[in-house]
Structures are given as C-alpha cells and as structure tokens.
C-alpha cells in the first residue's frame, strides 16, 4: 500500500512510502523517558546495550513497517502515516 507519512508530531512531511508489512521492533526506554534502539530496530539489543543506555528493553509487535521512496525505513510507532491518494 502505498502511504504518506509525518514525522511524530504530524508536522513535517517525511515523504511517499510504502507499507510493507507488520514487525515486531525493539527499543530502550531511558531514565529520562528518552528512546533508543540499534539502527535496526527490528533486531533484539544485546543485555549489555540495555545496560549502557540504563534502560528498559520494550517490545512492539505488529507495528508497521514502511519503506519510504528515498529508502529510509521507519515504522508506526515513529511517525504518522495514512494511506496516499494514488490517482
């Protein structure tokens, strides 16, 4: 499906894209409520990442994975997506 997709405060348009599927992703939520992830996030931190960030690991599943047209994956949980008029 092809979609549009806004950064997360819906603001700044980030591109064209296409939704490819649901994934399961990973990230570290921070003591200062700040996130962080591997650059894929799609790939489980190892405990010693965990540990350097002083974090929580969180999981999503099914959350949407979109490849935007310039490459650059982002995924729901990111940014604001809807389906692009495609006339």
């Known amino acids: 499906m092809k979609v549009q997709v806004f950064d997360g405060t819906g603001k700044n348009f980030l591109g064209f894209g296409t939704l490819v599927g649901q994934v399961t992703v ?24 965990i540990a350097e960030c002083e974090g929580e690991l969180a999981v999503v599943e099914d959350n949407q994975k979109i490849v935007l047209d310039n490459g650059q994956v982002v995924y729901g949980c990111q940014v604001w997506w809807q389906q692009a008029d495609v006339n």
């Not at 939520?29 to 990442?49: H, K, Y």
Request: charged fraction near 15%.
């Open 26 to 49: 990973y990230f570290v939520i921070r003591p200062d409520g700040s996130l962080t992830s591997l650059a894929n996030a799609e790939e489980m931190p190892p405990p010693a990442f």
